[in-house]
């Protein structure tokens, strides 16, 4: 059917083929390699679980419940039923009184209680002050609250269910609740550290590059100066400046992860140049600005993306060693190295607390390396 | 030959000495000293504490003493740890730090060139999937992730090794295992690469038409070649691992030097510091020098002279 009207019409025969550019191309390799699309998704669903899960979580991440330090993992309610009496008794003997037998029922707690003076009604607060029951009341023996003055009754409470798929720290936070932050941290400053990284990269080496001559070999001895620094030394140094904060720590890695990306831009751009199309645009009369951003850098993005992409997990991985050795974010904010790291202090007692966030992160590097390897695979056939 | 070792490790004393000065400088920046605690010392107390361990002269008088100790091989007092010397502490810890890199460097590089080997005369065999999908594994999994994990597993829940600390052997099997699992995926995926490439150039294809035997052709002339992005490789590699890794040794609980670094820095322990970066320094050149002399003896097309 094609071919009838392209010889009907000359105007179409004439028309150009639609040409595929270099991303088309790529994409369409890149829709092959399933390894690379499932990572692609993997990370959609970790990104929306970092960005929204919070809000859906129960818990917030930093809420302590003392009553639950190191709560395992379960899909159940807590309390568990034989923690209820002894928590309820222990409350209520606080308030010095005296206790009768104590009845559970699917979801109140009941107990009789007397005293030689007065029952103060205050004596609830006992009871509410634990995490696993609230709406504490005073009744009499019928249901109805306790009338002022009466010696004796019967302390009433809701016994609040709570559930913690993924246990909870040794301080008694959801781990659910903090892994979801550690997500959203751990990718944010992996982006931002990249993006940074890129942008001063890119600039750095394009004009490195562009510009030539003397000039190109000072910026780039500038680089292998600042390259043979160690980083710990550099972070270490910019946070007893600056103090630990989430800004600088996406700051430090991308100072120290843009000079690879300058030496990959500054090598594209030395033989861009040299090319008909730079040429042509010079002879225009574009000037050097122009040439840059219209010409020189849009054709070095190819490696730059693929580069970018590896990048991501090499800045998630140091920002959790930065947090493992205790220079990362700041409590009660967390990361995944974060969790890691206190994971394997509490690995004895609580190895959910290991498990869970280093089964996270693994997946997280999985798949950004998976997507990193698809995307040089799609981007540069050549390099097969 | 041995003029240019000779030549390379004069070469060394200039690049020795920058890393000192601009290690020393840039320590001193850091805000806060040594002494410094949550409740501030007596200011008498104080001034003696500066005046014994010399930080009362000007910087640059310090320095100059920092150098000539450091000619005379004297490292200088731990500034935190005050009944060491830094020479001390380096006595204790380097040899368990090198016993444990070493062990785990050379199993990295045998069972890292077997496998890579293997699975390049294999390709696309199931040897070659299972070599490739391990070693990225190995790759992908920071160590941070995997020493603990390797401690839960094994010396809580199985209980066959210790979960950490110092002593026996058997303390040391976790750690270089920890250490060696990345570097024989690494190890294994540049051997693959540079074999599969070694076995198509033509050298290897003559060694096969004079009608070697197979294990010479892989042997003698294929792996020759193959080795070399391998040696490049160990070079900077066998430095960090002989000088001790910080998570390693914390997770496990070891005395190694590795956390000197990192808790010299934050503890402005300056000798510490300074000793930590020279011994680590003197380590990378001395391993440069091995990888290049190594290069030499493998590819007869480098020459030095």
Redesign the interface.
């Known amino acids: 059917m094609a071919d009838t009207t392209t010889a009907i019409e000359p105007a179409a025969a004439l028309a150009p083929v639609a040409g595929r550019s270099l991303w088309q191309d790529a994409w369409r390799r890149l829709r092959r390699n399933r390894a690379a699309i499932a990572s692609a998704v993997v990370l959609l669903l970790m990104a929306f679980a970092g960005i929204a899960g919070p809000w859906f979580t129960p818990h917030p991440y930093d809420r302590i419940y003392p009553q639950y330090v190191r709560a395992p993992a379960s899909l159940d309610a807590y309390p568990q039923e034989d923690t209820i009496i002894p928590q309820f008794v222990s409350a209520l003997e606080r308030a010095r009184i005296t206790i009768g037998e104590v009845e559970v029922d699917s979801s109140t707690v009941r107990a009789p209680v007397s005293d030689d003076k007065p029952l103060d009604p205050r004596i609830v607060r006992y009871v509410d002050r634990s995490d696993l029951f609230n709406n504490a009341r005073l009744e009499d023996a019928d249901g109805n609250p306790l009338a002022e003055g009466a010696t004796s009754g019967v302390m009433v409470a809701d016994v609040q269910r709570v559930r913690f798929y993924f246990g909870t720290d040794a301080n008694g936070r959801d781990l659910l609740a903090r892994i979801l932050i550690g997500i959203r941290i751990s990718l944010a400053i992996g982006v931002l550290a990249s993006v940074m990284a890129l942008v001063v990269g890119v600039a750095y080496g394009s004009i490195a590059g562009y510009v030539g001559g003397r000039l190109d070999n000072v910026m780039m001895r500038v680089v292998d100066i600042l390259y043979s620094l160690p980083f710990i030394f550099f972070v270490i140094l910019l946070v007893v400046f600056f103090g630990r904060n989430f800004v600088l720590i996406f700051i430090a890695i991308g100072c120290t992860e843009w000079l690879d990306m300058a030496r990959i831009v500054r090598g594209q751009t030395l033989s861009l140049r040299r090319q008909e199309f730079v040429q042509a645009a010079e002879a225009l009369g574009v000037g050097n600005r122009g040439i840059l951003t219209r010409h020189i850098i849009p054709n070095t993005l190819g490696p730059v993306v693929v580069f970018v992409t590896l990048l991501v997990p090499k800045a998630i991985l140091l920002e959790s060693l930065l947090s493992f050795l205790g220079l990362g974010v700041q409590e009660p904010l967390t990361s995944l190295g974060l969790l890691i790291s206190e994971g394997s202090d509490n690995m004895r007692s609580a190895p959910w607390l290991l498990i869970y966030p280093a089964v996270t992160l693994t997946a997280i590097l999985f798949a950004l390396n998976f997507l990193g390897d698809g995307l040089r695979d799609a981007l540069d056939p050549k390099d097969r | 030959m041995i003029l240019y070792v000779l030549r390379r490790l004069a070469s060394a004393v200039p690049t020795l000495f920058l890393i000192v000065t601009?290690?020393f400088f840039?320590i001193r920046?850091?805000?806060?000293g040594p002494f410094d605690l949550e409740r501030p010392l007596d200011p008498v107390i104080m001034q003696n504490l500066q005046r014994a361990f010399g930080l009362d002269l000007p910087l640059w008088q310090q320095y100059l003493l920092y150098l000539g100790n450091l000619l005379q091989g004297d490292l200088g007092p731990s500034f935190t740890r005050r009944d060491f010397t830094v020479v001390d502490l380096f006595r204790y810890g380097l040899p368990v730090s090198i016993v444990i890199g070493g062990l785990a460097l050379s199993i990295a590089l045998v069972v890292g060139l077997v496998l890579g080997a293997l699975a390049a005369l294999r390709q696309n065999s199931w040897i070659d999937y299972a070599v490739v999908g391990t070693a990225?594994f190995g790759?992908?999994?920071?160590t941070?992730?995997i020493?603990?994990?390797l401690?839960?597993f094994f010396g809580?829940?199985m209980g066959w090794l210790p979960?950490g600390g110092w002593g026996t052997w058997k303390h040391a099997v976790l750690p270089i295992t920890t250490l060696a699992l990345p570097q024989i995926a690494i190890v294994a995926r540049l051997t693959r690469g540079a074999t599969i490439e070694a076995l198509r150039s033509n050298h290897v294809r003559t060694a096969r038409a004079y009608g070697l035997p197979a294990y010479v052709v892989v042997g003698a002339h294929a792996l020759r070649g193959a080795v070399l992005p391998v040696v490049s490789y160990l070079g900077p590699t066998a430095a960090a691992l002989l000088t001790g890794s910080?998570?390693v040794e914390?997770?496990f609980g070891i005395p190694g030097i590795g956390r000197y670094?990192?808790q010299g820095?934050?503890g402005r322990d300056y000798t510490l510091v300074m000793g930590t970066?020279v011994v680590i320094a003197c380590f990378v050149i001395v391993f440069n020098l091995i990888v290049d002399i190594l290069y030499a003896w493998l590819d007869p097309r480098v020459r030095y002279d």
């Open positions: 601009i290690s840039m920046l850091a805000p806060g990225t790759i992908t999994i920071p941070f992730v020493a603990p994990l401690s839960l809580v829940m979960a910080v998570v914390t997770i670094f990192v820095a934050l970066v």
